[in-house]
């Protein structure tokens, strides 16, 4: 007669090469998974109970290559596996995977959020206060949304509502190959703060991150508390329509948050659709740096329509680094702020054939030249034939090369019948672009649609010609063209552009040193100019 051990006195041995006997007892204490607990892993029947009973041990949990129906948040404080295992939430929830302190995430978990309302799709709660030792580790989460409200968010730092002693606070925590599809948001770090008590947001790495279709990629906003030195790296970031709308903007940076670094490949940034920048620098940040590139002819704004806001304190800076090839955007931001501020530089008239007339109502020139600031409105009167407002650009630097595309923006409602473009490249003005790319509320227009070629050297004049035959207002929000020319502040020529928003007070140009690369700069002190190293050198690659 075969007498059973007990459980305790059971032994067990792994089916490999130089394994040993064990006790099942221990070999049972190691990894737990949610089958152990009642769930089923189909998908279909409620596993909630089941995960969160098998979280709770205090073991290595295994979530295997299953897909869990879940309809509660789930929180993980331990170390979990994930064999490309799916929660799928079939009940709406605040959050659905909240990563506390102690969370140690390893092999792909999929978090599907598709089919439900839910505020953020991963969140790393402040309130719980992560130490060095208990910081969140994750790698490969993948969030897919359901077309989420503005205020959704893919992943969220949170650190606007405190816990003990009502601080908060989150630091070291390190997570790899996320990516947020269809949410408002997709990645935001936020802090409040609350006196003198401790709420900050700093230190964190969020390596190989890719968002897809949200209103906005990356949106940091301190408030006035303390998010700083936060690193989000290899980040891919493509636009996609997001409840029919497109993104509002690319990767902004607000409050008080200062020394934090990105870098990302933004793809297919579409003029057709967007409006709001790419990257976009509160007035009270400072010492971020961006660094963005793109390869589609359709990434417009990457130089030309973005904030140019940096930090109060004049002797703090933002960076902006932007690559692109030349075939595509051209080579230099907003070439039409060299046409400013001299007098004479910017000229209006009018012109008319037949009694129609129009004449400048509201705003400046400097207006339409900067984005994010008022427009000029043009009052049109009906007559015979049609009336035209000629804004013209003389060029105050040298000629301008490489101009290939001009725009403008228009307020919703407020467009003219026809817009016209004339370039002078030195033999006068002759019409090169017209109401060709129509495009929602903007104007976007390739010098290749009227005749000649579609890059133009030269150029020392420029003429947006608006036009109309009828009794209408037309509010011109921006114009803009591309093309290169010698700075005075680092943006280089070549296929690159950096946008430096502002230096020390008393510094002047950089100066490159064709050789060794190094860098100074003019600086002037009791009227005295002196030539130094630049003590920020703001891109070694190039």
Same mark, same amino acid.
Request: glycine share 10%; with cysteine; proline share 3%.
């Given at each position: 007669?075969?007498?059973?051990?007990?459980?305790?006195?059971?032994?067990?041995?792994?089916?490999?090469?130089?394994?040993?006997?064990?006790?099942?007892?221990?070999?049972?204490?190691?990894?737990?998974?949610?089958?152990?607990?009642?769930?089923?892993?189909?998908?279909?029947?409620?596993?909630?109970? @089941?995960?969160?009973?098998?979280?709770?041990?205090?073991?290595?949990?295994?979530?295997?290559?299953?897909?869990?129906?879940?309809?509660?948040?789930?929180?993980?404080?331990?170390?979990? /596996?994930?064999?490309?295992?799916?929660?799928?939430?079939?009940?709406?929830?605040?959050?659905?995977?909240?990563?506390?302190?102690? @969370?140690?995430?390893? &092999?792909?978990?999929?978090?599907?959020?598709?089919?439900?309302?839910?505020?953020?799709?991963?969140?790393?709660?402040?309130?719980?206060?992560?130490?060095?030792?208990?910081?969140?580790?994750?790698?490969?989460?993948?969030?897919?949304?359901?077309?989420?409200?503005?205020?959704? /968010?893919?992943?969220?730092?949170?650190?606007?509502?405190?816990?003990?002693?009502?601080?908060?606070?989150? *630091?070291?925590?390190?997570?790899?190959?996320?990516?947020?599809?269809?949410?408002?948001?997709?990645?935001?770090?936020?802090?409040?703060?609350?006196?003198?008590?401790?709420?900050?947001?700093?230190?964190?790495?969020?390596?190989?991150?890719?968002?897809?279709?949200?209103?906005?990629?990356?949106?940091?906003?301190?408030?006035?508390?303390?998010?700083?030195?936060?690193?989000?790296? *290899?980040?891919?970031?493509?636009?996609?329509?997001?409840?029919?709308?497109?993104?509002?903007?690319?990767? %902004?940076?607000?409050?008080?948050?200062?020394?934090?670094?990105?870098?990302?490949?933004?793809?297919? $940034?579409?003029?057709?659709?967007?409006?709001?920048?790419?990257?976009?620098?509160?007035?009270?940040?400072?010492?971020?740096?961006?660094?963005?590139?793109?390869?589609?002819?359709?990434?417009?704004?990457?130089?030309?329509?973005?904030?140019?806001?940096?930090?109060?304190?004049?002797?703090?800076?933002?960076?902006?680094?932007?690559?692109?090839?030349?075939?595509?955007?051209?080579?230099?931001?907003?070439?039409?702020?060299?046409?400013?501020?001299?007098?004479?530089?910017?000229?209006?008239?009018?012109?008319?054939? &037949?009694?129609?007339?129009?004449?400048?109502?509201?705003?400046?020139?400097?207006?339409?030249?900067?984005?994010?600031?008022?427009?000029?409105?043009?009052?049109?009167?009906?007559?015979?034939?049609?009336?035209?407002?000629?804004? %013209?650009?003389?060029?105050?630097?040298?000629?301008?090369?490489?101009?290939?595309?001009?725009?403008?923006? /228009?307020?919703?409602?407020?467009?003219?019948?026809?817009?016209?473009?004339?370039?002078?490249?030195? &033999?006068?003005?002759?019409?090169?672009?017209?109401?060709?790319?129509?495009?929602?509320?903007?104007?976007?227009?390739?010098?290749?649609?009227?005749? &000649?070629?579609?890059?133009?050297?030269?150029?020392?004049?420029?003429?947006?010609?608006?036009?109309?035959?009828?009794?209408?207002? =037309?509010?011109?929000? *921006?114009?803009?063209?591309?093309?290169? =020319?010698?700075?005075?502040?680092?943006?280089?020529?070549?296929?690159?552009?950096?946008?430096?928003?502002? $230096?020390?007070?008393?510094?002047?140009? =950089?100066?490159?040193?064709?050789?060794?690369?190094?860098?100074?700069?003019?600086?002037?002190?009791?009227?005295?100019?002196?030539?130094?190293?630049?003590?920020?050198?703001?891109?070694?690659?190039?």
């Amino acid at each position: 007669m075969t007498q059973r051990l007990p459980a305790t006195m059971a032994l067990t041995q792994q089916p490999f090469p130089g394994s040993v006997l064990r006790l099942q007892s221990e070999k049972n204490a190691e990894t737990v998974t949610p089958l152990d607990f009642g769930a089923k892993g189909d998908g279909i029947v409620l596993d909630t109970n @089941a995960i969160l009973l098998a979280l709770s041990s205090g073991r290595r949990v295994d979530l295997m290559n299953l897909t869990y129906a879940v309809d509660a948040t789930i929180p993980i404080n331990g170390a979990v /596996f994930s064999g490309n295992a799916t929660l799928k939430f079939t009940g709406n929830v605040t959050t659905a995977l909240d990563l506390r302190p102690g @969370a140690d995430l390893i &092999g792909k978990l999929n978090v599907d959020i598709s089919t439900i309302v839910c505020q953020n799709g991963i969140l790393l709660n402040g309130a719980l206060q992560s130490t060095h030792d208990t910081a969140q580790r994750c790698d490969t989460i993948w969030v897919k949304g359901n077309t989420h409200p503005n205020s959704g /968010f893919g992943l969220l730092f949170d650190a606007t509502v405190g816990g003990a002693n009502n601080e908060a606070w989150i *630091h070291y925590a390190k997570l790899r190959r996320i990516i947020l599809e269809n949410c408002g948001v997709g990645l935001r770090i936020q802090a409040a703060a609350s006196g003198v008590l401790r709420r900050y947001v700093n230190a964190n790495v969020i390596d190989e991150l890719t968002v897809i279709g949200c209103k906005k990629f990356i949106s940091i906003d301190a408030g006035t508390a303390d998010v700083s030195a936060n690193f989000v790296e *290899h980040c891919i970031c493509q636009y996609g329509s997001v409840a029919g709308s497109y993104p509002s903007v690319g990767i %902004e940076i607000l409050g008080t948050a200062g020394a934090n670094r990105i870098e990302a490949f933004i793809y297919d $940034w579409s003029h057709a659709t967007t409006q709001g920048p790419i990257v976009s620098f509160g007035s009270t940040t400072s010492m971020n740096t961006v660094v963005s590139s793109a390869f589609s002819w359709e990434v417009k704004d990457l130089g030309i329509r973005n904030r140019y806001e940096c930090a109060l304190t004049p002797s703090v800076s933002n960076y902006w680094f932007s690559a692109f090839g030349r075939g595509f955007l051209g080579k230099q931001d907003n070439i039409l702020a060299h046409f400013q501020p001299a007098v004479g530089s910017v000229i209006s008239t009018t012109s008319t054939t &037949g009694t129609a007339s129009c004449n400048l109502a509201t705003g400046t020139f400097l207006d339409v030249q900067r984005e994010n600031s008022n427009y000029i409105g043009v009052a049109f009167a009906a007559g015979t034939g049609q009336a035209n407002f000629i804004i %013209e650009y003389k060029s105050l630097t040298n000629a301008i090369n490489d101009v290939s595309m001009v725009g403008a923006y /228009f307020e919703p409602g407020y467009l003219p019948s026809q817009v016209t473009v004339q370039i002078d490249n030195g &033999g006068g003005y002759v019409s090169r672009a017209n109401f060709a790319d129509v495009q929602g509320n903007e104007v976007f227009c390739r010098l290749d649609t009227v005749g &000649g070629t579609d890059v133009y050297n030269g150029v020392i004049g420029i003429k947006f010609i608006i036009s109309a035959s009828d009794t209408r207002t =037309v509010r011109l929000r *921006h114009v803009y063209a591309n093309g290169s =020319v010698m700075k005075t502040y680092p943006s280089r020529g070549g296929d690159r552009m950096v946008g430096d928003l502002r $230096w020390p007070a008393g510094v002047g140009p =950089v100066l490159v040193d064709t050789v060794s690369g190094n860098e100074y700069r003019l600086q002037a002190t009791n009227g005295v100019l002196t030539l130094v190293l630049n003590p920020v050198k703001v891109m070694t690659y190039f």
